[in-house]
């Protein structure tokens, strides 16, 4: 089994910035640097959304369209953690972010990953 905790979130004034953080743990028989890892987000009322992933090892990431050039997805093998940077946030950055993890994506938007975190609240005033 896969755990996944998510930390860093917090309230920002528009502009400003935070990173997250996802630790990956458990025994799942599969070292992390496998697991492609990505971030979703959820605003009240909405649905959840795909924001970054990344591959495992040397792999490759993608992004939302709305993030790209102002979050930056990144893991740390070694820590079994993986990051989301989030730069000039906007108001409608507001979401509880999610971590997800799962060793057989091919395709990261999907939102079939089979771990997930519990959230951590972002909030961005303007």
């Known amino acids: 089994q896969v755990q996944l905790v998510e930390s860093g979130g917090g309230l920002v004034q528009a502009g400003g910035s935070l990173r997250l953080s996802c630790v990956f743990s458990?025994?799942?028989?599969?070292?992390?640097?496998?697991?492609?890892m990505a971030w979703f987000r959820q605003a009240p009322g909405k649905e959840r959304e795909f924001v970054a992933g990344?591959?495992?090892?040397?792999?490759?990431?993608n992004y939302r369209d709305s993030v790209k050039g102002r979050f930056t997805i990144s893991r740390d093998n070694a820590k079994n953690t993986v990051y989301l940077q989030m730069d000039n946030l906007r108001p409608e950055d507001t979401a509880v972010y999610y971590c997800?993890?799962?060793?057989?994506?091919?395709?990261?938007?999907?939102?079939?990953?089979?771990?997930w975190g519990q959230g951590t609240q972002v909030t961005v005033s303007s």
């Open positions: 990344t591959r495992g090892s040397g792999g490759s990431t």
């Open positions: 458990g025994r799942s028989g599969r070292a992390f640097s496998t697991y492609a």
């Open positions: 997800a993890a799962d060793p057989r994506v091919v395709i990261l938007t999907t939102s079939t990953y089979d771990y």
